[in-house]
Structures are given as C-alpha cells and as structure tokens.
C-alpha cells in the first residue's frame, strides 16, 4: 500500500466534529477541557500497547467508519493507531502544535515505555488556528524543537553513513533540514508570542518535516540522539510533561557531545544553532524547567547510552563517543544555555 503525506487543511474544529457524527472520538483530557460538542468520546491517557489493544477490539464492534483524534499526541496516535488496525478512515484535530504526530504518517505505540513504530497511515489533518491559539503558550512552542532536532540528528545520519551503517545520507533532505532550520529562525518571535501568524508558520513547518519523512520513508533526517535521549528519560522516569521540550533539550546536549566528539566524524556543527532557535522561539527545555538536576541528567545520559545500544536503535554519536564526566559536563553546560521561560515568553 503506498501511503501519501498527510492531508492537512484549516477548517473549524466544531463543525468539523458534527460532520463526523457518527465517528469514533478519541480524546485527551485536554480536549474534553475545551467543552466542545464531541461524538461518541473516548478518553485516552495511554499509548501502552495493551490499552491500544483494547481501543482496537472495541472500535471492531462500532458501526463508525471513520476515527477522530481530538487533542494532543496521545490522543492524536492513539486514533491513527486503531484506524490502522482496524482499517478506518482517520481524521486529526490537534489542539496544540507540540509535535510532530499530527503530521507524520507513522503510527506509535508504546510498550515498557519504549516507543516503537507500527506501521504508516494517511491521516486528514484540521487545523482550527482559533483553537490552537488558546492552548498553553509553552505547548505550542514545543512542536518547534522537532524542527530544531535536525541539527543533531543530520549529524548521526552522515556517521553511520560515513561508518556504513543503514541508509546513506541524501544531500537534498539535509539541505531541505536547513532550510527549514533557517525558516524557523525566522519565525521565532511570531511562533514565542503564539500569534496566529506564528502558529501558520510552525504548522507549516511541521507538515512539510512531516512529509520529507513519508516521502523518503524513514526518520533519519529528524530523529537521532536527541529523540533517544527523550525515549530513554520516558522509559526510566515515566510520562514527559513536555516531549517536545525534552527532545529540545536532548538536542543542544548531543550536539555538543557531537562537537565534543569530533567534527572529521559527522560533519559540522554547533551545539549554538540549537540553542539559539529554542531560545527565539521560546521552547521551554531548560533544565529547571524539566526538573532534572546535574545527577538526575548524568544518570540519563548513562541509561541513553545503554538504551541506544541495548535496542538496536539507528547509528549514531551514542554508539562511539565515550560520554565521561568531562563530555558530559560540557553537555550540562550547554543545555544551561537555554534561556528559562514563562507562559508569555523569554525571561
């Protein structure tokens, strides 16, 4: 089955939801909060594999031929999830722009806390910008550190191409990664203040990273050390407040560690882009702000490292460099450099 980009388009998120009626409505509490009329709601706080299971074996049962993800990332995978499974029709309303789930054609869940892909699905995405703009300032500003992700695992890709390790490096996404880098910078101050131009913007970017990645079929060009590093701090210390943030922060670390490494290994690059663009847009992946202190980010790395190896996840500066008290100091500091944040914008 070929699986095209999403299909993403504005429209309003109320009458989206009457047309779909007779749908299926999986939701976060978040959504539930907004107080909107919606059908048939499920509420979902879990993509464990079991509780997807027993999402799916109920829809089997359901008359509806069409699945709606109202809400943030859960509730927006857990839909494509059983519209996968099941083989309905699937529609995304986020409610925020943390990340890339509503534009991404892959399907997650999750098992011991580990995240795994499953399989790909074509989802139609509604953009209501009225809505996005009233939820959390910090969630939406989050999503722009999956644009800001590029920086370090473009790196990881030109290593294991270099090492002979999987697919090998395409000149043109990594052009296509800058590009999108440098439109961000861009919008940065649009995208802190959390205008609707700001949001048009990101939600762009987004869809197009999200694209690249079914187009070529593969991950590689956004998701490296840093996405582990998010991966191995849900598997050891449970549900993340904001993954978008930490994989912010889990950027600026591996980047520097990239740096520390050596630039004849992967290429150039500089740990201060990532910092700069999570700063412009305001993404809230300070250390205070994750509550993670120097012990509890060392012991992180550690299970990274372990983590990296132990589930065979794709090549990169985790499988080489030696992340000893020295680099990983370097790394603390760095990820100090991103400024703090309040709701309405840089402190």
């Given amino acids: 089955m070929v699986v095209e980009a999403a299909m993403v388009q504005e429209a309003s998120a109320p009458e989206v939801l009457q047309a779909y009626r007779d749908s299926t409505c999986y939701v976060s509490a978040s959504a539930v909060a907004l107080g909107l009329a919606v059908p048939n709601p499920v509420l979902v706080s879990s993509l464990e594999q079991l509780a997807l299971d027993a999402l799916v074996e109920s829809e089997r049962t359901s008359d509806a031929t069409t699945v709606v993800g109202f809400g943030g990332g859960t509730a927006v995978d857990a839909a494509k999830y059983v519209a996968l499974r099941t083989g309905k029709d699937v529609v995304v309303i986020p409610t925020a722009l943390g990340g890339l789930a509503p534009f991404s054609t892959e399907v997650a869940r999750r098992h011991r806390r580990q995240v795994s892909w499953v399989g790909d699905i074509s989802p139609r995405v509604v953009l209501d910008f009225d809505l996005l703009t009233v939820a959390p300032p910090m969630r939406n500003r989050a999503g722009a550190a999956e644009i800001v992700a590029t920086v370090s695992a473009t790196w990881d890709w030109t290593l294991a191409d270099a090492r002979g390790h999987g697919l090998p490096i395409s000149p043109r996404l990594v052009n296509q990664g800058s590009s999108l880098r440098n439109r961000l910078a861009a919008a940065g101050s649009d995208i802190r203040s959390g205008s609707a131009d700001g949001l048009r913007e990101l939600a762009a970017l987004l869809a197009e990273l999200g694209a690249a990645s079914t187009d070529c079929g593969h991950r590689r060009l956004m998701d490296g050390s ?122």
């Fill in 226 to 347: 840093e996405h582990t590093f998010a991966q191995a701090f849900e598997h050891r210390l449970g549900r993340l407040g904001y993954y978008g943030a930490t994989v912010g922060m889990g950027t600026v670390a591996m980047a520097a560690l990239q740096s520390w490494f050596g630039l004849s290994a992967g290429g150039p690059v500089d740990p201060q882009e990532a910092v700069d663009l999570l700063n412009c847009c305001g993404v809230a992946a300070n250390p205070h702000q994750l509550d993670i202190d120097e012990g509890t980010f060392r012991g992180l790395l550690r299970h990274t490292v372990r983590f990296a190896v132990g589930e065979f996840l794709p090549y990169s500066v985790l499988n080489e460099a030696d992340v000893n008290y020295s680099a990983s100091d370097e790394m603390w500091r760095w990820c100090w450099r991103v400024q703090r944040v309040d709701t309405n914008g840089v402190q």
